[in-house]
Structures are given as structure tokens and as C-alpha cells.
């Protein structure tokens, strides 16, 4: 979910240090990936008695108590209009996207979902040519193509009868995209602290009134459920972090289909959902892509070639 906009505030900074333990990265990226797949087998364990948009308000109030230690930053920051205005744009695409991912949870499996996350930063590379004016050399445009093939052999259109969980999905990533572009922009200005902790409370104020129009109220064990939510989620945050320190995201990248592997493992165990061989190759085919994607965006910004997104004309 996610869990993909958010942490990538925390981990831009982390990778922008020299980093040189490899293995310690792959061992930090795979510790992320269980994290994230533990978020979204809880939600999924929630069921559909709680409506999407109340579910993930919950979580992000929840897990607000984690935004204790950066208090001091916050009660010290001062925004430009401008600023302000980003700020509330992240919160409203970051605010459509959790609903979205919350309600997919309710309809679709849960290796799914994790597989159509991976659509995210390709997402993030097309939406940076129409809006930020980016190139996209030859072999990137490629390697976008492989990846949508790959969402296509996951979605199967008229092969199999799409679940509206499977186009939230697709907003779900588009959003996410969004959102993760707004980052870029505030995160050569703000740390990444205080680019997280604003993200929580906007979109914690973004999904209050969504909440409050269809409200259901929980019981002690769904509360416990969803604080379990933020914990992972903010455990995948720190982990996420770690990993981009220790090691290039060239590297760490290629770890992140190990979600894949135990979101089909834990879906037949636990949500007696069989699994797909066609999600698992689409699953594969886009993080190959990505993969492909990350190592070219590296080298990219060692050769100077492309400037940070926050760089580009806005």
C-alpha cells in the first residue's frame, strides 16, 4: 500500500548516502517486505464489516502516536503558501490512494495486491514525463511496456471477469504515484521527518469526513487489528530505511519480490486463496521491469544526466 509513498520520503535521504554493505541491505530490504506483507494480511483479516474509508482513518489515527519524536520539527515549521499547497496535494492523492488499497483488500487476494503495487513507481516514471517533463530514453519506455504487460497477465481482461478491487488497484498505484511525486517536490526543502509526519496528519484529516459518513463502530479486537497495521507499517518504514543506508537501491530493489512470494504463501494459509501462476509471473515481470527502471535512474544521476524530480520544472 502503501506502504509505497510514504517510507519513500525516509529512504530518499538514506539513499543518498555512500552505502557498502550489501548484504546488510538485502537483509534489511527482505525484514521490509514481511512488514509490508504483515500489513496487508491484517487489513485483509479485517474483513469487509468496516467500510474502507474508516478502516484506513483508524490506522493512520492509530498510528499518529508515532509521530511523537518529531513534534519539535512540527511545532517550528513554517510553510509558504506554496508549501502548504503541496502539502494538502499529497494528502489528497496519498487520502484516495489508502482508500482505494483498503477497499481492494476487501475484494481481491492478497498476492493481488501486492503484485499490482508494484506498478507504482512505473506509474511514477510516466506521470514524471507528462507533468515534470522528464525523458524517458528508449529502453525505460521498454521496460514500462514489460511492466504493463505484466499488470495486463495479472488482470487478464476478458480472459476473467475483473473485480472492482482490481481497478481500486489500479487507482491505488496511480495515486500512490501521485503522491510520490508531490514528495520529491517537498523533500529537497523539508526533511524527511517532517514530510512523513505531515503526510499522516493530512491524510489522517483527508479521511476523517469519508470515515464519518458511513461509520461502523469497531470492536476492541478490530482496534488492536489496525494499531497492529500502523505498527508494521512503521516498523516497514524504519527497516526500508535501514536497507536504502546500507546499500544502493540497485541492489535492495530486486528483494522486494520476496512480497510476493509470502503474500502467496500466507493467502494459501491463511485465506485459502490458491495460488496464481499467471499473478506470480506477471508479479515478475513488472518487478524485473522496476528493477530495470531503478538501475537505469541510478546510473542516470551519477552521470549527471537527469536532474532529482524537485528539480525539474513544476
Request: hydrophobic residues 55%; aromatic residues 10%; glycine residues 8%.
Amino acid at each position: 500500500m502503501t506502504q509505497a509513498a510514504g517510507p519513500a520520503a525516509t529512504a530518499e535521504e538514506a539513499a543518498a548516502t555512500p552505502a557498502g554493505r550489501p548484504l546488510e541491505g538485502i537483509l534489511w530490504m527482505a525484514v521490509t517486505g514481511m512488514c509490508f506483507v504483515m500489513v496487508t494480511a491484517l487489513v485483509k483479516t479485517l474483513g469487509g464489516r468496516i467500510p474502507a474509508a474508516e478502516s484506513a482513518f483508524l490506522r493512520y489515527l492509530l498510528g499518529l502516536v508515532f509521530l511523537v519524536p518529531a513534534w519539535r520539527q512540527l511545532a517550528a515549521l513554517r510553510l509558504t503558501r506554496r508549501e502548504g499547497g503541496l502539502f494538502a496535494l499529497r494528502g489528497v492523492f496519498h487520502t484516495a490512494a489508502v482508500i482505494c488499497w483498503f477497499y481492494a483488500m476487501t475484494r481481491i487476494p492478497l498476492a493481488e495486491v501486492t503484485a499490482m503495487n508494484y506498478l507504482n513507481p512505473v506509474y511514477v516514471s510516466i506521470l514524471a514525463v507528462v507533468f515534470l517533463g522528464e525523458r524517458m530514453a528508449a529502453r525505460r519506455i521498454l521496460a514500462v511496456c514489460a511492466a504493463l504487460a505484466g499488470a495486463l497477465l495479472i488482470l487478464r481482461p476478458g480472459v476473467r471477469t475483473l473485480d472492482p478491487g482490481h481497478i481500486a488497484m489500479l487507482f491505488t498505484a496511480l495515486f500512490f504515484a501521485g503522491s510520490y511525486l508531490v514528495m520529491k517536490i517537498l523533500s529537497g526543502r523539508h526533511s524527511a521527518a517532517v514530510v512523513v509526519a505531515m503526510m499522516s496528519i493530512t491524510v489522517t484529516v483527508g479521511l476523517a469526513p469519508f470515515a464519518i459518513a458511513d461509520w461502523v463502530t469497531p470492536g476492541w479486537g478490530e482496534l488492536a487489528l489496525l494499531f497492529g497495521v500502523a505498527c508494521f507499517a512503521t516498523a516497514g518504514h524504519y527497516t526500508m530505511t535501514r536497507a536504502f543506508a546500507a546499500a544502493p537501491v540497485t541492489v535492495t530493489q530486486p528483494v522486494t519480490f520476496l512480497q510476493l512470494v509470502w503474500s502467496v504463501a500466507i493467502g494459501a494459509l491463511f485465506f485459502a486463496e490458491p495460488p496464481d501462476p499467471f499473478v506470480i509471473a506477471g508479479g515478475g515481470l513488472i518487478i524485473a521491469a522496476v528493477t530495470f527502471i531503478t538501475w537505469r535512474e541510478a546510473r542516470a544521476r551519477r552521470r549527471q544526466v537527469m536532474p532529482p524530480i524537485h528539480a525539474t520544472k513544476y
